[in-house]
């Protein structure tokens, strides 16, 4: 049985003769010291659980501390991730535009290179042909010269042919 606060100010014990009937007295502080037993036990039960609950509590602010810091250490590790993936990007495009420009110059130079080899084979394609036209040409006069002094000889030939006979010519040449 549960005794409030109130009941113990407001509980009047029966009076006899020499005093409060000692029974009752003794009845009533038997029950108050069951109930401060229990109320002992009750608050020392109360004690032990709200120990273990600051004890949880406190290990759960611990956990909840780790964890924010650890959610917090991720972040900044995705963001320096992610700034070093950027980097690394800007970096490899950086390389690709300068091995790009880097063939197209190759290529531009190999270009001006074939131009000039081309330029340089019609240089020699024209002197080729006119060293050859000039060859010809002397070849055709020196032909034409021949001719010339062929038919020379023969107008010689027929102008002398006249004066001389066959018997002038057998005699001069010594042909039997």
Not at 55 to 81: N, P, W
Not at 139 to 164: C, G, S
Request: overall charge negative; cysteine-free.
């Amino acid at each position: 049985m549960r005794i409030t606060p109130i009941e113990i100010q407001q509980h009047k014990f029966k009076t006899r003769m020499f005093g409060y009937d000692t029974a009752a007295v003794d009845h009533f502080l038997e029950m108050l010291a069951d109930e401060l037993e229990r109320l002992h036990i009750q608050n020392n039960e109360l004690k032990e659980s709200l120990a273990r609950t600051r004890t949880s509590l406190e290990q759960m602010r611990e956990r909840e501390k780790a964890i924010q810091e650890t959610l917090m250490t991720a972040q900044q590790v995705t963001e320096d991730v992610k700034v070093n993936a950027r980097k690394e990007a800007e970096i490899v495009v950086a390389e690709a535009h300068i091995e790009g420009e880097r063939v197209v110059r190759e290529a531009n130079d190999r270009r001006v290179q074939l131009v000039n080899e081309i330029q340089e084979i019609k240089r020699q394609k024209i002197s080729f042909e006119g060293g050859l036209r000039s060859l010809i040409d002397n070849h055709l006069k020196l032909m034409d010269m021949d001719t010339l002094r062929i038919e020379e000889d023969d107008q010689q030939a027929r102008l002398l042919q006249p004066l001389l006979s066959d018997e002038d010519i057998d005699e001069r040449f010594d042909f039997p």
